[in-house]
């Protein structure tokens, strides 16, 4: 059908079905400099449920396997911040310094158990000479073996102990062949991400297990969608969303079973979909939203069997029956509607 239907002003949209009229529908002939200078528009007659849409409020957020959470491995002092709160990083890159009297304990516990298992070797080796040569008995060699044993467990948690408290393996592994001890630590990031937030400054003491900054890993973000309860089982998952203002859809994962009690909503979940971004490909681009921002979100209103899409001010309402005006050739043709 090759009509339009009649509204003067667009304010709103519904999403109604044309009744089948007992009577002849009632025509209007207006000419078309009338229906110009009385100002009356027209808009085209669409059945598609995805161009009716409804906003909700929305907040983007990290899911909790995603987040990065840098603590201080030692107590120490902050000499130096090297990021700044909302720069991209790569894997490996430095954030900043501690300077800590602990990991200088830890370096020594290294470099002694490093010296002593240099002896056991050695002797180890002397050990077996002195048994080929038939000068010793074979209990001396099984004696200097399990010592060299000994010892080389203690320099492997004497690594690890480094390890922990942050210091790269290289670092551990030239400390000990050098035996000049470092007399600070530089903590990296282990995965690219956005530093979300950053809890110290330089000049401030910490202690072991301090949390210092947070980094998310923005390849997966959730939209937490704030919809009325009595909507809830409106929207399945699968729903595509659109975020308004911005070139981002997401699809709905699941509807929260909690109720808020004070605004009497419940959490729709969406995930984002990935987009090219300077971050990286496939990920959410740090420029479009960033974790914690606020943002309207809009879903599709269910779509209704033969139901059609049309400004609310195409309906008028004659003896409390619902009516839109339909564009003829000579002028409009009334219509009821549900």
């Known amino acids: 059908m090759n009509r339009t239907i009649f509204a003067c002003v667009v304010v709103g949209t519904s999403l109604i079905g044309f009744a089948a009229a007992a009577e002849k529908p009632l025509q209007f002939i207006v000419p078309d400099n009338q229906i110009k200078a009385i100002g009356i528009t027209t808009t085209p007659l669409l059945n598609s449920g995805e161009s ?10 990290v899911p909790p396997n995603a987040e990065q959470v840098i603590s201080s491995p030692v107590a120490g002092l902050v000499t130096e911040v090297l990021i700044q709160q909302n720069q991209a990083v790569k894997s490996g890159t430095p954030l900043l310094h501690i300077a800590s009297p602990e990991l ?11 010296s002593r298992v240099t002896l056991l070797r050695q002797t180890a080796q002397r050990e077996k000479q002195l048994f080929g040569e038939g000068i010793i008995p074979e209990r001396r060699v099984q ?20 390890r922990l408290s942050g210091m790269p393996v290289v670092t551990i592994n030239t400390v000990a062949a050098t035996g000049d001890p470092q007399d600070g630590l530089t903590l990296v990031a282990e995965k690219a991400g956005i530093v979300t937030e950053i809890q110290v400054q330089s000049g401030q003491r910490v202690e072991a297990a301090s949390v210092l900054m947070h980094i998310a890993q923005t390849k997966t973000l959730w939209l937490d969608i704030q919809i009325p309860v ?38 729709v979940r969406a995930e984002l979909d990935g987009q090219n971004s300077e971050v990286g490909a496939g990920e959410v681009g740090a420029d479009k939203v960033r974790p914690g921002e606020f943002l309207t979100v809009e879903l599709p209103i269910n779509e209704t069997a033969g139901g059609w899409n049309l400004p609310l001010t195409a309906v008028a309402y004659d003896d409390g029956k619902a009516v839109v005006f339909v564009r003829t050739k000579q002028g409009f043709e009334a219509r009821m509607v549900t």
């Not at 200097?144 to 690594?159: I, V």
């Not at 659109?242 to 959490?267: E, I, K, Y």
Request: net charge positive; proline share 3%.
């Open 104 to 114: 200088g304990g830890l370096q020594l516990q290294l470099l002694q158990a490093n």
């Open 52 to 61: 009716v849409r409804t906003s909700f409020p929305a907040q983007v957020m």
């Open 230 to 267: 009595s909507e809830r089982t409106h929207w399945q998952a699968g729903t595509v969303v659109r975020v308004q203002g911005r070139d981002l859809t997401g699809r709905v994962l699941s509807s929260g079973a909690t109720v808020a009690p004070g605004s009497q909503t419940v959490v």
């Open 143 to 162: 004696e200097a073996q399990a010592a060299l044993s000994e010892g080389e467990a203690t320099l492997k948690l004497a690594k690890a102990a480094l």
